[in-house]
């Protein structure tokens, strides 16, 4: 006979465990204020002449399939983010970029394999 001890919860992460955590700089904050106040996070694929790679990717507004994604509140702001993303144990961090003088959202802390 086997015995399950309750206080063993190592084998299944609780929601609070699974949950990303989620820092978004004060300048990205305006920016994505600004924009309507949500953002989508996923990996997106970056081909090339040799090669295509993973990429982190942060985009401003709702994802089209929200059944793929969970939603997390950051500092006023809803965050999608892919169910298939990896993240390092700190969490992501998002920032405001510059491409040429336009705004861009990065985000760090993704790991792709």
């Given at each position: 006979m086997s015995v399950i001890n309750p206080n063993n919860t190592?084998?299944?992460?609780?929601?609070?465990?699974?949950m990303i955590r989620v820092e978004i700089s004060e300048d990205a904050k305006s920016y994505i204020l600004g924009k309507g106040g949500v953002i989508t996070v996923m990996v997106g694929r970056a081909f090339g002449c040799t090669d295509n790679a993973s990429e982190p990717v942060v985009?401003?507004?709702?994802?089209?399939?929200p059944e793929s994604f969970d939603e997390v509140l950051a500092n006023g702001i809803k965050v999608y983010i892919f169910r298939g993303v990896v993240a390092?144990?700190?969490?992501?961090?998002?920032?405001?970029?510059?491409?040429?003088?336009?705004?861009?959202?990065?985000?760090?802390?993704?790991?792709?394999?």
């Open positions: 190592h084998d299944v992460p609780s929601d609070s465990e699974k985009l401003v507004g709702k994802s089209r399939l390092e144990p700190n969490g992501i961090k998002i920032s405001l970029g510059n491409l040429r003088g336009v705004p861009t959202l990065k985000v760090e802390g993704i790991i792709t394999y």
